[in-house]
């Protein structure tokens, strides 16, 4: 049984900005749900992908890390409700003045189950103003840089043969929905407005939204059980709502278990603005 001593202990890593700190006593298999609409919100099934689809996010336009402090805290069993508020300010000088309230699981004194509620609108508008540069491709990026692939869940993107897979199996996918796909994929997460889909597919042309709308049933359809990857939003657009895994085509690269403990490491250190500690790092 977990005691509020016990949680509050575990919350002063992130209260003090050490997210390393708090996230040793996170299941490697944490399951997170991040309630909203925004680009934060999802299902995450590992601490890697929770870290890589909010934390690594935050990290790179709260120039200080989220910055969260436990208020309110309410604990029975194995169960805590922790209410947290966030003193970060934004690259542009926005206070990213944010309340959450985490319900979390404990399974031995580690977090298992996490359900997450904050103010979807402030998070919206944080990278709205903030908004973060596209990490894949680009219709203006050299072929050469081209990732090899763009992994989410049971998907698989080959941009350079413009195919969609689902565990390993080409769709029949039609060249305007991939290039809608691949647009929504660049933004990161952020809501792409009509006309700047309508533009990046259609370039030089005028069409009715209906064309549009038709390319996005085509994906849903492709997409099948999981078409809740592209979310509608209501008067501004349409937003990806996969967490991305690149896979670059080099012929050296780095050993997959050191690449990916170095990804959180990295990921954590940019969330707190802070250095980690050696022992944190791989050795070699």
């Known amino acids: 049984m977990i005691t509020e001593d016990d949680v509050r202990k575990i919350f002063t890593g992130l209260e003090h900005g ?8 996170v299941d490697d298999k944490v399951d997170w749900i991040v309630q909203g609409t925004h680009p934060l919100a999802g299902h995450y099934k590992s601490k890697s992908d929770f870290l890589a689809g909010t934390f690594a996010k935050l990290g790179k336009v709260l120039p200080n890390g989220a910055q969260l402090v436990v208020e309110h805290l309410l604990v029975k069993d194995d169960q805590a409700v922790v209410e947290l508020h966030s003193l970060a300010t934004a690259k542009n000088g926005l206070r990213f003045d944010n309340r959450y309230c985490w319900v979390v699981h404990f399974a031995g004194g580690t977090i298992d189950r996490v359900r997450a509620y904050l103010d979807s ?13 596209p990490s894949v491709v680009s219709p203006i990026m050299d072929p050469a840089q ?6 989410f869940g049971r998907f698989s993107v080959l941009p350079r043969r413009r195919e969609l897979l689902a565990e390993g199996r080409p ?33 030089d042309r005028i069409i009715e939204d209906n064309s549009l709308q038709h390319q996005i049933s085509a994906l849903r359809r ?3 059980a999981d078409r809740d990857l592209i979310r509608t939003i209501a008067g501004r657009g349409y937003q990806f709502t996969g967490e991305i895994r690149t896979v670059l085509a080099r012929p050296n690269a780095p050993r997959a278990g050191r690449r990916g403990a170095d990804s959180n490491v990295n990921i954590l250190a940019a969330v707190t603005g802070r250095s980690l500690p050696r022992s944190w790092r791989q050795p070699g």
């Open 171 to 203: 769709l029949d996918l039609g060249g305007r929905a991939f290039d809608v796909l691949m647009a929504l994929i660049e933004a990161s997460g952020a809501v792409v407005s009509k006309d700047a889909l309508m533009t990046r597919v259609w370039p």
């Open 18 to 25: 050490d997210g390393a700190g708090f996230f040793e006593h």
């Open 222 to 224: 492709a997409f099948g």
């Open 146 to 151: 081209t990732p090899a692939a763009i992994e």
């Open 121 to 133: 609108a402030m998070v919206a508008r944080l990278f709205e103003e903030n908004p973060i540069q």
